[in-house]
């Protein structure tokens, strides 16, 4: 045992050293690993009390500390960061001293060095973090050094899963992903009903990924909830009451720890009652997901015909009507709906909680809620759109994607709009061009479309790259809105980028045409490791972790999730942007984060706990 400790020993003081050289350290690693070889076993298996009590196998060296207690300061070398907006105190009933970050303009910047010069090596980050709560403000990015034109760099951020139409829910989940460039193919993730032709909804709930669905060719199997079980396999979660007038899952949403959704008809024509011989859509309700195949009936939501949008907003839940229900907006009070009014009257599409603002879009006009039932227009048709169906927020900056151009616009403030491209059909006669979802996935913006179901990524301003259609018809005509394809919604789970196609009205009497309508696809860019559980307001310790091929992230010293890097070469990190702390490619942070720490190295488990407890 002496002969081991020493031989360890020595060769991880000569590993700590820059000047070791790659062959030298290969061959110093394998001496490691001969020696050291009950360790990787304990990663792989599970740790047990014996394990557990070794002490921390890494080598890792500590490059960057950055107490962020009262300045910005790097205590053991030479990266200090440069605060933008940033205060330095104690957090509400909190004894540590931390990084105070607004959510509007708050970041830490921290020149690239040679320390930041990460490549294909191992390496490590730490912090303690704490949310602000309730969700006010679109979450943000926790750390990142990223460069978004090479796609290459890594993203530390924060995430609440965001429906389409709905606006992102209040859990905060954590991912961590590295990238060069890479982009898998896409993989196909099955078909929750057969007799369903448009997937509604793709939401994150509890470690979860839960769909809602448009129709069914049975009454018994419409508004229906489904729960991914893996591959190509769906399980019922069950259907939103009984009446045989709902058809869809409308809108859902994640709030107070809790799966909500609304009702409707997908297919807005029967919805507006102007299908001879079909009933209209019954009036509009909200359930609550009670487990199992369970929902609990939350009430008539005013008097549409379809609950648009939800969303979560200051400890409050919202739901948006359609024209039917005359464009208005509620909020629950626990027992009963309260009328928020209507911005314009028409239907009422999208909520965006942004800079501890509540936002809103109709079907061509943007609103600030001042509260009570009263709405302040900040956009009115901007460059002749008239139909706005998503809200995201991307670079800090609030975006829409719209109708019927297919531009993505960015506010840039006093009612400006600013175009960022378009997607969809190339300019001709018909403009049928319409962006259903917009979407940040490690550092990159993805947008899902109409008419032929295509998914576009974000390169720069005016520029947009077709990464596929993921839907077809042999009848489709861009003159024939029956024949048009939807990309529905886009959602992050597990560290890929999931994305769910349907026909254009969402019909039953669609599904046979094609059995890619309907259908659930899966993308992974780069590798990216994500815990699917709130982590709330309270302080948080989050180390992530790449060590060779597979990265790892632990929540409060627990190791909660990894993956494992696909075959091919290493992902080199190397590019020349500076590390940001409270800022990435979705938001500013809000919330306080200390304890900064950037290690050459992987920290095994022992070793996170061990600086865990240092604070």
Known sequence: MKVRDGWTTRVRTLLSHDQCRPLTAAVLWLIVSLFDSGTSRSETAGETATEAAKPPPSAARLVGHWPLAEDTRDVVGTLPGKPTNVTFGRTAGSAKAAAIFNGRDSVITIPAGAALQLGTRDFSLTAWVKCDVPLRNTLGDLVSQFDPAARRGFNLHLSGSSPAYSSMSDTRHVHFGIDDGYLGPAEDCGKPWPSNSLITCLIVFDGELYCGIADADRTEDKARVFRYAGGKRWIDCGRLGNDPNHHSVQAMVVHDGKLYAGTGIYDWVQAMDQLPGKPPAAPTRVFVYAGETSWRDLGQVGFGSRVLCMGSFQGELFAGMDVIGKGHAYKFDGTKWIDCGAPDGRNFECFLPFGGKLYAATHGNVFEYEGGTSWRSIGAEPHGITQIHSMQVAGGRMLLGTWPQGYVLRYDGENKWTKLGRVGLPPGPQQCNEINDLTVYNGKLYAGVIPKAELY???????????????????????????????????????????????????????????????????????????????????????????????????????????????????????????????????????????????????????????????
Not at 478 to 488: E, F, G, I, Q, S
Not at 600 to 606: E, I, K, V
């Open 457 to 615: 990524r974000y390169e720069k301003e005016g520029e947009w790259t077709l990464l596929g259609s993921l839907a077809n018809r042999s009848d489709w005509a861009a003159d024939n809105l029956a024949t048009w394809l939807r990309l529905t919604c886009l959602t992050t789970f597990q560290g890929r980028l999931f994305a769910a196609t349907g026909a254009c009205q969402g019909r039953a009497l669609d599904a046979p045409v094609d059995p890619s309508m309907g259908r659930v696809f899966a993308y992974q860019a780069g590798q990216v490791v994500s815990s699917e559980h709130d982590i709330g307001g309270a302080w948080t310790h989050i180390a992530a972790v790449r060590q060779g091929r597979t990265l790892k992230l632990y929540v409060n010293g627990t190791r909660v999730t990894t993956s494992q890097l696909r075959a091919g070469p290493l992902f080199n990190l190397t590019n020349d942007r500076p590390l940001l702390v409270g800022f990435g490619a979705q938001h500013y942070f809000s919330g306080a984060i200390a304890d900064l720490r950037l290690y050459q190295g992987a920290l095994g488990t022992d070793a996170v706990r061990e600086v865990l407890g240092q604070r």
